[in-house]
């Protein structure tokens, strides 16, 4: 009898060491034999006619990313394990879908309509866990006396050990993983004596993380939201109108909830969850905390149309990934109103133009004028000055990015120069106020020369704002006569009053 296209043995293969290994293999060529980190002749030399298609090891863990993506409607606190695994800590999740099981049930039963072969096990840990889904698939530990009862009857490799401590415990004669669960620790380090100690070491670690509640730390794909809401929907929704109602109806429950806890989000995600198994994301950002749903969902509206439904959308989740404390504020003034409104106008232009577009001014903590100021994204953090402080003396209304040169053609030791020129202009000075002596930072140690800056009006009514860089240097009465009587310093304009 032939054997059906659909049973015959499928091995994925790679090269290592110009070898071409297993990689992967199909449940009909593991039950004749075959198995991952074979060489290609030996598994040609059972099967001579298999199936070998090359592996492509980017694409899977692609592939496992997007399905542990996917994965977050279960649970916001997802994390890759190996790569061939997931991890979800569903601590707080399972009542949300009718308890444990019917959480568990629900996972396998979308992967297997997807077409995906899976293995699931909840436990209280993760090293319990992960032997419970690779040696006894679809099993639920729910109290430590039950995760030991669950563990104990499996092969010592279910806690997770290389090939050569379950060799060397095999050897040994303990080759379950109860049988080392009562055997007092340091009996069990002096039968490894000989061994490295890194491997005691690391069976002791397994031990404690399957039944002493001993936790590694998860890395989760994206960082925890503080708040987060969520939709289910009994059947796919295409229409964009549709997912505008909900997003509509999710952000008064969300800012309901930053409400009573005085916060505001300064960064909020739509996670739209597919019936095909994809997840299409959007994210919005606003320059200064809030909880205003109705300026919030004029932010998500300029991008809901970007998602595409295809076969529909199961699952919204909204999710508030930066907030800051909001305390309640009552508009009294004019003034607060136009500060909000142009707050407004300046989200709505980011959403709609892209991060990074629109700029603003931000006021840094230096003495140099032109560095007082810089462009920076709106939304971005804005930590050195909220605004100019109230003491600052008066400044020019225009001030150049950089000091332009000036010639001096009448200049005054102790004073603004009589006469100059700038462009090939020459201007006479009619009035003069200052100086008003500028020094740079110490510690940014760039600069060590003063600036005076003095205040002019000419005689064409023009008024400058010029300083002088250095000062007039005159040497002492023991000074070589080969010496220069001074040091003329440089001249610079760097603005202009009304």
Known sequence: MTESPAESPLVL????????????????????????????????????????????????????????????????????????????DVTGCPHLFGGERAMMDDIQRRLESAGMCARLAMAENQAAAWALAHFRPGTISRDAADTRAQLAPLPAAALR???????????????????????????????????????VADLLTRLDMAIAGREAPISPLEALPSWQVRQAFAEPVLHTETVEIACRQLLEELTGALARAEHGLSRLGLHAFRVDGSVQQITIGTNRPSRDAGHLMRLLAEKIPLLEADFGFDLLILKAYETERLA????????DREDQ???????????????GTVRRLKHRRSHLPERMQSFMPVGADASDWESLPDDLPD????????????????????????????????????????????????????????????????????????????????????????????????????????
């Open 13 to 88: 293969t790679e090269t290592e060491n110009q070898t071409q290994k297993l990689y992967a293999v199909c449940p009909a060529a593991a039950s004749i034999g075959l198995a991952p980190g074979m060489t290609l002749a030996e598994a040609r030399a059972i099967k001579p006619d298999i199936e070998v298609r090359q592996a492509n090891r980017e694409s899977d863990a692609e592939s496992l990313e997007s399905l542990a993506r996917w994965l977050v409607r279960y649970s916001p606190l997802v994390a890759l394990d190996g790569p061939d695994g997931i991890l979800l």
């Open 341 to 355: 409104t142009a707050s407004e106008v300046l989200d709505r232009l980011s959403t709609r133009l892209g991060p």
């Open 161 to 199: 050990l290389d090939s050569a401590s379950v060799q060397t415990l095999a050897r040994l004669g303990l080759k379950t993983a109860g049988s080392l669960f009562d055997l007092p620790r340091p009996a069990l380090a002096r039968r490894f004596r000989g061994k490295p100690s890194k491997m």
């Open 395 to 498: 400044r020019p209304l225009r001030l150049l990015c950089r000091p332009e040169a000036i010639d001096v053609l009448a200049e005054v030791p102790e004073g603004a120069p009589k006469r100059f020129r700038w462009r090939r202009m020459e201007h006479r000075v009619v009035r003069a106020a200052g100086p008003e002596r500028i020094a740079p930072e110490w510690w940014l140690c760039e600069e060590d020369r003063t600036r005076d800056y003095y205040k002019v009006e000419v005689s064409s009514g023009a008024r400058f704002w010029l300083f002088r860089y250095g000062l007039y240097l005159v040497p002492g009465p023991g000074a070589h006569q080969a010496e220069p009587a001074r040091e003329v310093p440089d001249w610079y304009l760097h603005g202009f009053f009304p």
């Open 328 to 335: 309640p504020a009552q508009l009294t003034s004019s003034r």
